[in-house]
């Protein structure tokens, strides 16, 4: 797997990749956001590590500018581990949110959690039964009334689940587990932050409705 490692500390950057590497990933570094924006085009990484204290620039802003011609998955790590730092970066387009210090473990488990999707095979053609969504996972695009809508791939795969059984109530963890991983360690904050992107997207929030102490279902709502 190739990995774009974009950190401006050698010391973290020489630890990741060490770890990386001998977990057998191709690490590519980068120290500013201009050069990983550059990467990002002529690397081609199956995965962004992206910190947020970066020299030229905010790693916000270097993750929204790759999201505007990529969909790679980007998992930002930083030090600033405020609520609103979590919901903006995803709201930006990152998948996932480690906050440091972390252990490698859990570094691995969150880059294993963002591509695992990406590589599973035999997916179906449609995921989505709305009669104005379509979710095709061949091309991992959805529409609304023939209009694309331009999703993150973390987005894509929860709205692709939910959408799948409109009017189903699916759990927390449920949709955490089946959408990021089975081993997940993040709280749930970084699942509302992603339901309120894709209903910001939809331009309709009743598409996902909240279940006070269950969870969230996708409903129909008419033309």
């Known amino acids: 797997m190739k990995v774009l490692l974009v950190e401006d500390d050698p010391a973290?950057?020489?630890?990741?990749?060490?770890?990386l590497s001998n977990a057998?990933?191709?690490?590519?570094?980068?120290?500013?956001?201009a050069d990983a924006i550059a990467a990002v085009k002529e690397f081609a990484p199956e995965v962004i590590l992206m910190d947020l204290g970066l020299?030229?620039?905010?790693?916000?802003?270097?993750?929204?500018?790759?999201?505007?011609?990529?969909?790679?998955p980007i998992i930002i790590v930083s030090a600033r581990g405020d609520e609103l730092d979590r919901v903006l970066g995803l709201e930006l387009g990152a998948d996932d949110y480690v906050v440091k210090p972390f252990s490698q473990r859990e570094l691995l488990a969150r880059i294993k959690a963002v591509t695992r999707r990406g590589h599973e095979t035999q997916q179906p053609v449609i995921a989505s039964t709305s009669t104005r969504i379509v979710v095709d996972e061949r091309t991992h695009s959805a529409t609304l009334d023939g209009e694309?809508?331009?999703l993150t791939a973390k987005e894509f795969d929860l709205l692709a689940f939910l959408s799948s059984e409109p009017g189903v109530v699916f759990r927390r963890n449920d949709i955490l587990?089946?959408?990021?991983?089975?081993n997940?360690?993040?709280t749930t904050k970084t699942l509302?932050?992603?339901?309120?992107?894709?209903r910001k997207k939809l331009?309709?929030?009743?598409?996902i409705q909240s279940v006070r102490g269950v969870g969230f279902k996708f409903v129909e709502v008419p033309q």
């Open 184 to 186: 997940w360690y993040g």
């Open 148 to 150: 694309e809508v331009v």
């Open 24 to 33: 057998g990933m191709t690490v590519h570094h980068c120290a500013t956001g």
């Open 203 to 207: 331009g309709n929030p009743d598409w």
């Open 12 to 19: 973290i950057a020489g630890s990741v990749t060490t770890s």
């Open 177 to 182: 587990e089946h959408v990021w991983d089975t």
């Open 192 to 198: 509302d932050a992603h339901i309120a992107s894709i």
């Open 55 to 72: 020299p030229d620039m905010d790693g916000l802003d270097v993750s929204k500018s790759i999201r505007e011609f990529s969909s790679v």
